[in-house]
């Protein structure tokens, strides 16, 4: 049987995991993730997304890192966004969610959308927004978690392969 552990990581263990992150990050992309990269992205660009923009806003409080292992190997991340304009003190915003490819269909998205709406109510929050790529794969994911349809986006980004444009779904829920 496989085991799970979602937890949130600490200002001091952040650089033990940036490998580990990247790494995820790198596989995710690759198999077509559409989490604001292109293709080719490599463990080096998912490093300095890590170190240069990710860890300064957890070390400044302003975002949370969710890290799951599976059997004790990181297997995915997500984010929450915790600061936001100040007319908005009850809102965060999921973010990069992402799970690694060999890890998947073992409950860990589940596992992480549980523990960010954990961590979204132990800061308070009584609001949660995402955007995810319309008919992606998370999409029922997030319908699961209770998160509802806001609004769909055609036409909003690039495909990682940069082939087509895909339109992006906004989904909220209220805590």
Request: a neutral charge; hydrophobic letters at 45%.
């Amino acid at each position: 049987m496989t085991r799970i552990a979602i937890r949130a990581l600490t200002t001091d263990e952040l650089d033990a995991h940036a490998e580990a992150l990247a790494r995820i990050m790198a596989e995710t992309v690759s198999e077509g993730a559409a989490i604001g990269y292109m293709q080719p992205f490599t463990v080096a660009d998912g490093l300095a997304f890590f170190t240069t923009q990710v860890f300064p806003e957890v070390r400044a409080g302003r975002r949370r890192l969710l890290m799951a292992e599976l059997d004790g190997a990181a297997a995915g991340s997500v984010q929450l966004i915790t600061a936001l304009p100040p007319n908005q003190p009850h809102r965060c915003e999921v973010a990069k969610m992402m799970v690694a490819p060999a890890a998947r269909r073992n409950g860990i998205g589940r596992a992480l959308m549980q523990a960010v709406e954990a961590e979204a109510r132990a800061a308070g929050k009584s609001l949660i927004t995402l955007d995810t790529r319309t008919g992606d794969r998370a999409e029922p994911l997030y319908r699961a978690a209770g998160f509802e349809t806001a609004g769909v986006i055609p036409g909003f980004a690039l495909d990682p392969d940069g082939r087509a444009l895909h339109a992006t779904t906004y989904m909220f829920k209220a805590l």
